[in-house]
């Protein structure tokens, strides 16, 4: 099966799209050619790419799937309502005409009428055992995404003495991790389509997640807090403190983690495109 993955950018892609498309053995490029429609026997498109190659892609009678992720535009359509949100959606898929459309939570699935596949997580994460005592807080991500809580988070590490960290090269050295979206960066589209890799790599690291309610919490079930207020911040970092608690969390993780996985996730890819790819020939 001859795959073709078109998309462009940083961030989700070099994960939904580089990193997968190797492990799929598939041809993963940004501008392709007709060279590359003719070779394929599926065209998957990534993101907003969607829309930019379908014609092209359906010109070369090639069966086109959609992979949903991250399809709106970033801040801009944050706002938008449900019924919003939904009537967005399902005019990029009447532009599109996907054969299927992958979501990136069970919720964005149902939405499409599609499949849902899991964001992997990062390489190299595995759970590793708690610290006794606390002493780092990390957050993964774009710091504007936090907006006031950052200031909100500091403070509180600060009082415990304590670090806030964001972006940390390591997540083993971390304690507990946060996922927060604040102002223009939150919304109910962002709450139910965002895939949530910073619940998965929680889980491949082993270490509670303290975050705001998302489809991605809701569905992945990360061992953690959900938490909209400060005072709902302070009392989950306080319930998270003890050795025994986090420790819990690893035992619980090491049977988790693997589903999340490069390897895992890849097979489940595979086994939609193979599905695709038999009921094209019937």
């Known amino acids: 099966m001859n795959v073709l993955l078109v998309g462009n950018g940083k961030g989700s ?41 379908a014609a092209q892609a359906h010109r070369h009678g090639k069966p086109v799937i959609w992979d949903a992720l991250d399809f709106w535009s970033q801040p801009a359509d944050h706002p938008l309502t449900e019924v919003q949100a939904l009537c967005l959606l399902r005019a990029h898929q009447t532009a599109i005409r996907p054969f299927m459309t992958i979501g990136a939570t069970e919720a964005m ?74 102002g223009p960066w939150d919304g109910w589209i962002c709450r139910e389509w965002k895939s949530g890799v910073k619940v998965v790599n929680a889980i491949a690291a082993g270490r509670p997640l303290i975050a705001q309610a998302s489809a991605a919490v809701r569905e992945l079930q990360p061992a953690g807090s959900v938490v909209e207020t400060d005072a709902e911040l302070l009392a989950a970092l306080e319930a998270w403190a003890p050795y025994e608690a986090r420790a819990q969390v690893v035992r619980h993780c090491e049977a988790q983690a693997p589903t999340y996985r490069l390897d895992a996730v890849a097979n489940r890819y595979r086994q939609i495109l193979l599905s695709v ?5 019937a």
């Open 13 to 53: 892609w070099d994960v939904r799209g580089r990193q997968l498309g190797a492990a799929l053995h598939a041809r993963v490029v940004s501008l392709p050619t007709d060279r590359d429609f003719d070779w394929a026997d599926l065209v998957v498109l990534v993101k907003r790419y969607g829309s930019s190659f």
């Open 109 to 182: 699935a149902a939405a499409c009428d599609g499949v849902y596949l899991p964001h992997q997580s990062w390489a190299g994460l595995t759970p590793t055992p708690a610290r006794p005592a606390v002493s780092l807080v990390g957050y993964q991500g774009n710091a504007l995404y936090l907006g006031r809580w950052r200031w909100v988070l500091e403070q509180a590490c600060a009082a415990r003495g304590w670090r806030f960290v964001i972006n940390p090269h390591d997540l083993s050295t971390v304690d507990l991790l946060v996922a927060f979206r604040d």
């Open 277 to 281: 790819e038999q009921s094209c020939v």
